[in-house]
């Protein structure tokens, strides 16, 4: 494997040479999962050119999805400035990860596969991969850590009643890592009838480049957006980073214009850019919470989908190539953030996002998009006193 080949581009959405964001990325799998990675990758190939599949996205995007999702001026949280959150909450099941799932199934489907394995932290992405196995008639076994199933309940529920079946992983921190161990696993086991479902832009080649490119319809729909709403572009955008995924696709619609300011926000207890190191994680090199012999660190966040020691290996380039700035946000600034977006616009926010506000509210920039990747309904238990 060729670790140091580049990127044939840097702006826009261009394709990752052979896997690889500088030297980063990569496909670092046993040799069963090659013929199943390759199979996916001639088959996004064919379906990204193919107007039939553009076709049928935009489709259940806009009848199923409810997209495009609104750009709305947040004047109360922000007085004195232009603070605008894109509303990915508004999307069904309540986070951006829906944008992912709808793609990956069509995909799915094309190449014959029935069944679905997925993994999920916060429920998110397992509601998003059990609702839309519901949808296309595909059976969905979705990978859980106990922790995260306590944390998250009313996500299990939902999956269940999805037709789901969720499975308790009681290994480690029994959180997303382990989590995504044993749905590789499974996938290993059955890759002849399966497809793994991956929740984020992490993992081996072509998932970070699948999902960035099923994601970016946040960053399209949003400079069309700002552009119509105040004739300009942002003077900066702000995401919050887990794997990485609802940044990438929000930053993916800017990356080209050199003087919007691009930020993402990581959990101060699981910044993987902010105090990680380059290692491998899940089939993929990129910045991992990890000490000097490798052994992958213990995180911790409030909020279940920012608890996850990787993150997506474009992140990892973009890091290192100065284009995007990361920064951390601890807990007790995404409760801050949380509450005032619910009392002063009505929103209740997911606690993933909430690191984004607490930081866009800081910025000293007037004209500001921070995307708003999810809904808050998952997140009362842990906010609430009891
Ligand atoms: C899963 C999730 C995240 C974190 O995942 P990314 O891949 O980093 O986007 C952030 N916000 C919400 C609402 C989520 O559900």
């Excluded at 996004?44 to 001026?73: I, K, S, V």
């Excluded at 991992?288 to 920012?306: K, M, P, R």
Aim: charged share 25%; with cysteine; aromatic share 6%.
């Amino acid at each position: 494997m060729n670790e140091m080949s580049g990127m044939n581009e840097m702006s826009g959405m261009s394709e990752p040479l052979a896997g690889f964001y500088g030297p980063y990325g990569g496909r670092y799998v046993p040799e069963t999962l090659v013929p199943a990675l390759d199979e996916l990758t001639a088959c996004w190939e064919q379906a990204r050119t193919d107007p039939g599949f553009a076709a049928e996205l935009d489709r259940l995007r806009r009848t199923f999805a409810g997209r495009p999702t609104p750009l709305y001026l947040a004047e109360r949280l922000a007085p004195g400035r232009r603070l605008y959150l894109k509303r990915e909450d508004l999307c069904h099941t309540g986070a951006h990860k829906i944008n992912n799932a709808i793609g990956q199934a069509l995909l799915a489907t094309r190449m014959g596969k029935r069944r679905i394995v997925a993994e999920t932290g916060a429920g998110q992405h397992g509601v998003a991969a059990a609702t839309v196995c519901a949808r296309f008639g595909l059976e969905c076994v979705v990978y859980m850590g106990v922790e995260d199933m306590r944390r998250q309940r009313p996500n299990v529920d939902r999956m269940r009643l999805l037709g789901a079946e969720v499975r308790p992983v009681e290994l480690g921190t029994r959180t997303l890592k382990e989590a995504i161990s044993e749905a590789i696993r499974d996938w290993i086991t059955n890759v002849e009838d399966t497809h793994y479902m991956i929740g984020s832009c992490v993992g081996p080649h072509p998932y970070p480049w699948i999902v960035r490119e099923l994601q970016a319809v946040i960053g399209e729909e949003a400079r069309a957006q700002i552009l119509q709403a105040e004739g300009r572009l942002p003077e900066a955008v702000v995401a919050c980073v887990g794997g990485g995924s609802n940044a990438i696709g929000l930053f993916a619609g800017f990356i080209g214009d050199p003087e919007v300011r691009l930020v993402g926000v990581e959990a101060a207890g699981a910044a993987s850019l902010g105090t990680g190191r380059p290692s491998i994680l899940h089939g993929t090199r990129s910045f991992v919470l990890a000490d000097e012999d490798g052994q992958i660190l213990d995180t911790h966040s409030v909020s279940a989908g920012l608890d996850y020691p990787g993150v997506g290996p474009e992140h990892a380039f973009l890091r290192d190539s100065g284009r995007v700035e990361y920064v951390p946000a601890t807990d007790r600034e995404a409760l801050a953030a949380f509450q005032a977006l619910a009392e002063r616009e009505g929103i209740i926010p997911a606690l993933e996002p909430a690191h984004a506000v607490a930081r866009a509210l800081e910025l000293m920039e007037e004209l500001v998009v921070v995307g708003l990747s999810g809904r808050g309904d998952k997140d009362l238990e842990a906010v609430l006193p009891r």
